[in-house]
């Protein structure tokens, strides 16, 4: 029997029951978070390595481009309802390194392919159906386009510095900029010429200053037009000769010296005599520094077309002031 002097004591007993269970939704966020962090600092790290060509490259090929098929029969979008018609042919934007054509087949094809793509490289065809340049690419090109004709005037004037033989000829070397392009001229001066009077057989210093002109400019991309002028003295007219073939021959023996020299032939555009209808002395049309050829390295942004007179004198007349011979002393007018 139970004392009943014993106190009672009531001891009360919690059971703890185990956690509820909380999901692992912030596992799969927070793998998210370091996958998407580890990216970031993995693109970081390639554009800190890759160097400014890769740069180039991957902005030129992610730039847009715009393709327009056949004729619109939609919105005007490449999948939006257009209608080809046969044989048709779309060049796109030419953005240089990758260069895309769309070829639409025949009807009489079996198995026609949807698209064809060339990734050679090469530049895109121009015409109708080509886009305009973008504006950043023309500016970058250009920009490119300046610091080579920059190096080729200095590569010029810096050899001809360096070599005792031909720095007499310096001031019979003129280097400007036109709206056509980078020029280089061969005057004649004073008791000393480029050419025998009458003749189009070049003197031996005439062949090495062109030859330093083809090393500096042969490995630029640029078209060249090569131009002959004369002063205005008159031929015999019982000669059979004139001032028109004379310009002309010179020109066409300064091309067959420069391909002979290292120059690419497809490399040039044009070969013209002016005769005396572009006197760089217009005081006196008789100046021996009327005699001369021009070299003109085109800009690329017009396709290499050589610019005429008229368009030439329209670009002159938007500039602020007229182009000053680089690494040469201007023409003056008065005779040597």
């Not at 009360?12 to 996958?35: C, I, L, S």
């Not at 309802?81 to 895309?100: C, L």
């Not at 530049?123 to 080579?148: C, I, K």
Request: no cysteine.
């Amino acid at each position: 029997m139970a004392d009943p002097s014993q106190p009672i004591v009531i001891r009360k007993v919690v059971e703890e029951g185990g956690h509820g269970h909380h999901g692992g939704a912030w596992k799969v966020a927070y793998a998210d978070f370091v996958t998407a962090m580890m990216a970031f600092f993995l693109l970081l790290w390639l554009i800190a390595s890759a160097n400014e060509a890769t740069l180039e490259g991957l902005s030129r090929y992610f730039s847009e481009s715009d393709l327009n098929v056949g004729t619109p029969g939609g919105s005007g979008g490449l999948l939006d309802g257009i209608s080809v018609t046969p044989e048709q042919t779309v060049s796109p934007v030419p953005v240089s390194p990758f260069d895309m054509s769309v070829r639409v087949p025949t009807t009489d094809e079996e198995t026609p392919p949807a698209f064809e793509l060339d990734l050679s490289g090469a530049e895109g065809v121009e015409g109708e159906d080509s886009g305009a340049e973008d504006p950043l690419l023309a500016a970058e090109r250009a920009r490119r386009e300046e610091e080579n004709f920059e190096r080729a005037k200095a590569a010029i004037l810096n050899t001809i510095a360096s070599t005792p033989e031909l720095e007499k000829f310096k001031k019979q070397l003129l280097i400007d900029e036109t709206p056509e392009g980078l020029r280089i001229q061969l005057i004649d001066r004073e008791h000393s010429a480029m050419f025998p009077a009458g003749g189009a057989r070049m003197y031996p210093h005439t062949r090495k200053l062109l030859r330093l002109v083809v090393e500096a400019i042969k490995g630029l991309p640029n078209k060249i037009s090569i131009r002959g002028h004369t002063d205005a003295t008159p031929f015999s007219a019982s000669s059979g000769y004139d001032n028109w073939k004379l310009s002309s021959d010179r020109a066409n023996a300064t091309r067959e010296e420069l391909i002979e020299l290292g120059l690419a032939p497809e490399r040039i555009a044009e070969v013209v005599g002016k005769a005396d209808t572009e006197p760089l002395i217009t005081e006196d049309p008789r100046d021996p520094r009327n005699r001369r050829i021009s070299i003109v390295l085109l800009h690329a942004g017009d396709g290499g077309r050589p610019t005429t007179s008229h368009e030439a004198a329209n670009a002159a007349e938007g500039q602020d002031a007229p182009t000053v011979p680089f690494g040469a002393e201007a023409p003056d007018t008065t005779a040597d």
